[in-house]
C-alpha cells in the first residue's frame, strides 16, 4: 500500500472519474479517493448522456482522449440527434444509457488503467504546506500525501436532500454527506454559497399504461459520441414514452405548495432555472394546462423509468396523487419518491483556467462543487482539471506548463472561461447560445479541432492520432475533388428537376452545385460516376461521418470563414496578458464597479477582462491605453 501519490482525486463522479484517468493517462501516480466503489461515475439524476450543446462537450472530451463517449457508446441504450431541424452548429448528440452498466463500465476500466488506484474512504480534511497543498487526511484517519489534489465532491459537501418536510443529510439518496471540508475551505479564504438540484420519482414500469403513451424511438445510423468504434451498439435499444400533466394533476400540486420545501422557506438556496421542479412550472405558468414529460427506462432489462420532467421536493403523497390523475399514471407503483438537494459550492472566480485555485498552489476544482449542474459539464472540467493537475507535479523547475482551451477551440473552453470569468448566481448549464463560435465548435469535427492537441499533450493515443489524420487526408482529398470537378448540365438536369432544384444552364464546378440545400453527396453520388469512384475510396467503416463532415464544411464555409475571422480577431487580445501589471484600485478613470471586479478576478487578458460583467468598452479601452496600445 503507498501513501504518496502525484494526483490525488476527491470524488468518482463524471468529474472525479474523467480528471483520475487523465493524470493516471499522462503518467501521473493517481490516487481516486471515493465513499462507494460500487458508486463510481453514478447517474444521480438522469440515465443519459449529452443533449443540446452537452453533447458537443462528450464529443470534445472524447477528442481529448478522456472516456465518457466510449463508456456511453458501450452502455447506450437509445441514441438520437436533437436539433436535426436547425443548422448542422445546433446538431447535438444524446444517448439513454443503462445506469448499472454505466457505472459499472467506469468501475472496471479505471480498475485496469495503469498509474491508477482506488481507496474508498470520505476525505475529511486538506493538508497544506506553505500556501500549496500537500495531500489529505480521511475519515479512517489515513494522510495521503500529494503534489496536488482536484476536489470533486458534487453534492456530497454538507448535502440535505428535502421530501416534504423530511430533511436527511447525504449527497444522495442513502449516501452519507461531507462534512468538514467546507469549512476548512472558508478558513482559507474561499468564499462559498449553497445551490439546490432536485430529482423526479422513479416509477416501476410494471405499472404504467403504456397504451396511454406517445412511443419516442431511438435512431439507428452511424453516429455515436466515441471517434473511436463504429461498430453497433451492443445493448438492446429501448423506447422512451412521451405523456403529459393535466389540470387534474395540477391541481393536487397547488394544494401541496404550502408543504413544498421550495416555497414554505425551508430551502434557502439557488436552483435553476432551466429545469425547474414541477411546482416551480405550476406557480410560473399559471396558463399552462399541461407540460410535457419524459418517461425514460433506467437500463436494458430494468423496469425502472425515470420520469423527465417532473422533479420535486414535494411530500411523498402529494406527489403520488399528482401522478395518479394522469390516465397512463392511474396505477403506479414507485420505488422511491423525487427529492431536492442542498449543497454547498464555491466561487469560481476564485479559479484559473487550468482549474487550479488562486488561494492554495496545487488545489484544483471540478464540477458542481464550481457551481455547474450536469454530468457532461462536470466531466469536461475534470479532464481538464486532471490535465493541469499532472502538469503541475512535473512542472519544468520554475517553468509551469498548463493546458487551457479557448473559447473558439472547444465548449469546454466557453464552459471555464464562463466559470472563471463571470462566475454564476445559478447552476450552470451549457447552452449552444452561451458560444459564440458554434459554427467551429460542432460535434462532428471535435477531433479536428482537439485531437492533435492531446496528442502532443501525450493524452491522445497514436491510434487515436492515426484516425484523425487519416480522416483529414480523406476530407481534403473529395474537397479537392470537389471544387476542381466540372459538371455539365446534361449529366444533372434530369435529376435535379426530380430532386426539385433548378436546372443548371451552363457548366460548372460541383462545389457550386453541393451548397443547394437540396442537394448531398449521397444523391450527387448516384448521378455522376466519377464522384461516385471517389467516395468509393473513403473506408466504409467512416463513410458516413466523413461525408457528413465534407458536407458542412462545403455548405457552410461563409458561416465557418466569417467566424474563424472574427475569432482571430478577438484572440489578438488573448495574447495581451494583464495578470498582476496594474493596482486597479489607483486608476480613477476606471468605474468603480470595473475596480472591484477587476481586483477580484485579476485576469489573464485584456480579452477575458473585455468579459466581466460590469466592464464597459471604456473600460477596456483604458487598460489598452496604459498599457502603450
Known sequence: MKFSYDVIVVGAGHAGCEAAAAAAGLGSQTLLITLDMDKIAQMSC????????????????????????????????????????????????????????????????????????????MVIELLTDSGAVCGVRTAMNVEFRAKSVVLTNGTFLNGLLHIGSVQLRGGRIAEPAVSGLTEQLISLGFRMDRMK????????????????????????????????????????????????????????????????????????????????????????????????????PEGEDTQTYYLNGFSSSLPLSIQLRALQKIPALSNIQIYRPGYAIEYDFFDPTQLFHTLETKLVRHLFFAGQINGTTGYEEAAGQGLIAGINAHLCCHADGVEKHSF??????????????DLVTKGVDEPYRMFTARAEYRM?????????????????????????????????????????????????????????????????????????????????????????????????????????????????EIKYSGYIRRERQIADKINRLENISIRNKFNYNTIQSLSTEARQKLNRINPETIAQASRIPGLSPNDINILLILLGR
Open 440 to 552: 467551429l465548435l460542432r460535434q462532428d469535427n471535435a477531433d479536428m479541432r482537439l485531437t492533435e492537441k492531446s496528442y502532443q499533450l501525450g493524452l491522445a493515443n497514436m491510434y487515436r492520432y492515426g484516425l484523425l489524420r487519416e480522416k483529414r487526408e480523406i476530407r481534403n482529398m473529395l474537397i479537392d475533388f470537389i471544387e476542381s470537378y466540372s459538371v455539365k448540365p446534361s449529366q444533372v438536369n434530369d435529376a435535379f428537376i426530380r430532386l426539385g432544384t433548378a436546372p443548371i444552364a451552363h457548366g460548372c464546378k460541383l462545389i457550386d452545385l453541393l451548397v443547394r440545400p437540396q442537394i448531398t453527396l449521397q444523391n450527387l453520388s448516384g448521378i455522376l460516376p466519377a464522384l461516385s469512384v471517389e467516395i468509393d475510396k473513403v473506408p466504409f467503416s467512416r463513410r458516413d461521418e466523413i461525408l457528413e463532415t465534407v458536407e458542412i
Open 404 to 417: 487551457v482551451l479557448r473559447r473558439d477551440e472547444a465548449y469546454i473552453g466557453v464552459l471555464i472561461d
Open 197 to 296: 438540484t432536485g430529482t423526479p420519482v422513479r416509477i416501476d414500469g410494471r405499472s404504467i399504461r403504456f397504451e396511454e403513451l406517445t412511443e419516442q424511438s431511438g435512431e439507428n445510423d452511424f453516429r455515436k459520441f466515441s471517434y473511436l468504434d463504429t461498430s453497433r451498439r451492443p445493448l438492446t435499444q429501448r423506447s422512451c414514452w412521451i405523456l403529459y400533466t393535466n389540470e387534474a394533476c395540477h391541481g393536487v400540486l397547488r394544494e401541496g405548495l404550502p408543504e413544498s420545501p421550495l416555497y414554505n422557506g425551508q430551502i434557502q438556496s439557488i436552483g435553476p432555472r432551466y429545469c425547474p421542479s414541477i411546482e416551480t412550472k405550476i406557480a410560473t405558468f399559471i396558463d399552462k394546462t399541461r407540460h410535457q414529460l419524459f418517461l425514460e
Open 46 to 121: 438522469n440515465p443519459a448522456v449529452g443533449g443540446i450543446a452537452k453533447g458537443q462537450i462528450v464529443r470534445e472530451i472524447d477528442a481529448l482522449g478522456g472516456y465518457m463517449g466510449i463508456v456511453t457508446d458501450r452502455t447506450a441504450i437509445q441514441f438520437r440527434i436533437l436539433n436535426r431541424s436547425k443548422g448542422p452548429a445546433m446538431w447535438s448528440p444524446r444517448a439513454q444509457s443503462d445506469r448499472a452498466k454505466y457505472s459499472a463500465t467506469w468501475r472496471h476500466l479505471l480498475e485496469n488503467l495503469p498509474n491508477l488506484f482506488i481507496w474508498q474512504d
